[in-house]
């Protein structure tokens, strides 16, 4: 059963540490996306960048080979350790090293936890314990709960169901926003091509198999419906702004891209994602030589009815990796509703909350003051204290839950992949760190948060949570986070 009590205070399992996720494997680029406000990376100052939402994907870079750095590349995600307190840093080493750098204003108002990634200890903090808006750092509980209640080999399924009547047909949809309209090898996921395990779901496989059965029953012509049902409560985020995130609804095409090719970080969405899908598939079905009668409308499916097609997800980790690396909203409350199915709560954003909080508490994480209003993080409601997501790493770096490992293999590597590929950069006083520190990141306006894991000049592995609020501009307070992150990589700290 993947769900089980923990103690979060338990070695890492050195055996299971896993390696960074190849060129295959869901990598993005770019700033943080649970900001309601798109930058790209030229701050104007109000914590939101330029908002213009056009900013685009570069490149991701490839990992160093030689000295420390090459941890990125081929070595574990978590380091060899001696075990026990051999190596440990203490909490006047870390005082000590990074006293000037937690003095840097641009921080505004920190709070902050750093642990040891071997036993959970809490080495040294400041309002370790005081809930803080987590942006984006929200996506690391909402990973933690999928890996923990969902099987490993869980897929999200879209398929297509006989009607009700004679000539009909109903796509369903199951809760997977990354069914792609495109041909798989002009799929990319933050700028890298797919693989076997990280290919979506092909829209235009599910018309072909859809087409062949019609024909082999000899009809050859259908009118199309869509099932949303899967769903309930609000279809808009409250901070829904139609390029952040989507409507949120079982059934859409390429997360409802406009333009599914777009290099832009908050593309724009089209208004009706399951509409949209649904004409979509009807021009494909009409491609197979199928003709489809009249516009598709929404229904419900016959409980039982055949199916005369489908199409599958990658695997639900491969999901929290690519959620976390890019950070996709859209895909992270579509992952969180996938929890509240799991938990036997209503797919809604209350029942995701409520799945999401559950499963947390058995995990033996301290939920205590953690209040929720999403799983992507873009709610500026949400709050979560350091020491939390602190506990969040460590447990997905526990021997006794492997199933949680993929929540350290999506992290971005800084300076490389994902959210992180801008940041510890030539001159930005961080660059020590490129290629060692994996972290979530969360940007809104005014805040900044970073949450992962890091590699100390020793060889121990530290787990880390920052939480700033500020005035400063997004580029600054990120620099000053950042600096502190490659401190504590450039000492033992003892």
């Known amino acids: 059963m993947a769900l089980t009590a923990g103690v979060l205070t338990v070695g890492v399992d050195q055996a299971l540490a896993q390696p960074s996720p190849g060129p295959g494997h869901s990598q993005s680029a770019g700033n943080d996306k649970a900001n309601g406000n798109k930058s790209n990376g030229k701050s104007n100052g109000n914590g939101n960048g330029n ?51 937690l003095q840097d204003k641009s921080l505004g108002t920190l709070n902050f936890a750093v642990a040891d990634g071997t036993t959970g200890e809490l080495l040294y903090g400041s309002g370790e314990n005081t809930p803080a808006t987590p942006a984006s750092t929200t996506k690391l509980l909402t990973s933690l709960a999928a890996l923990a209640l969902i099987p490993a080999d869980t897929r999200i399924t879209t398929k297509v169901v006989k009607g009700s009547a004679p000539g009909e047909i109903t796509l369903v949809g199951g809760g997977d926003p990354t069914v792609t309209g495109l041909p798989v090898d002009q799929v990319l996921v933050g700028g890298m091509p797919v693989d076997a395990e990280t290919a979506p779901a092909s829209l235009a496989d599910l018309a072909r198999q859809t087409a062949a059965a019609l024909k082999a029953a000899g009809t050859t012509s259908v ?88 199409v599958d997800s990658p695997t639900v980790p491969r999901l929290v990796e690519r959620l976390l690396t890019t950070s996709d909203n859209t895909l992270a409350e579509a992952v969180a509703r996938q929890v509240a199915i799991a938990a036997h709560q209503p797919a809604s954003f209350d029942g995701a909350v409520e799945a999401m909080k559950q499963t947390l508490e058995k995990l033996g994480v301290p939920m205590a003051g953690v209040v929720l209003h999403d799983g992507s993080g873009l709610h500026k409601g949400n709050l979560i204290s350091p020491i939390v997501l602190a506990k969040v790493l460590a447990l997905a770096a ?63 592995v530290l787990v880390f949570a920052l939480m700033t609020k500020t005035t400063a501009g997004p580029d600054a307070a990120r620099a000053a986070v950042d600096r502190i992150v490659a401190h504590i990589a450039g000492c033992g700290c003892r």
Do not use: C, W
């Open 223 to 310: 009118k199309v419906s869509f099932d949303t049902s899967l769903y309930t409560g609000p279809l808009l985020h409250k901070e829904h702004d139609a390029m952040n995130i989507a409507a949120v609804t079982p059934l859409m095409v390429d997360e409802g891209r406009i333009d599914p090719k777009s290099p832009d970080e908050a593309p724009a969405r089209v208004f009706d994602p399951a509409g949209s899908a649904a004409e979509a598939f009807a021009g494909l079905l009409r491609a197979q030589g199928i003709t489809v009668l009249g516009k598709a409308t929404s229904g419900t499916a016959a409980s039982g009815a055949q199916v005369l097609g489908k």
């Open 398 to 460: 526990s021997p006794q839950h492997p199933e949680l490992r993929p929540l350290l293999t999506g992290l971005p590597i800084a300076g490389f992949t994902g959210t992180l590929v801008n940041r510890f950069g030539a001159n930005s006083g961080a660059q020590n760190a490129a290629g060692i520190v994996r972290a979530k990141t969360g940007t809104l306006a005014g805040i900044n948060t970073l949450a992962g894991t890091v590699v100390d000049a020793d060889g121990r």
């Open 51 to 101: 908002g213009n939402g056009k900013s685009q994907t570069p490149t991701p870079k490839n990992p160093p080979t030689g000295g420390r750095k090459a941890l990125a590349a081929g070595g574990p995600v978590l380091a060899a350790s001696s075990g026990g307190t051999d190596g440990l840093p203490t909490t006047n080493g870390l005082q000590r090293e990074l006293g000037a750098t």
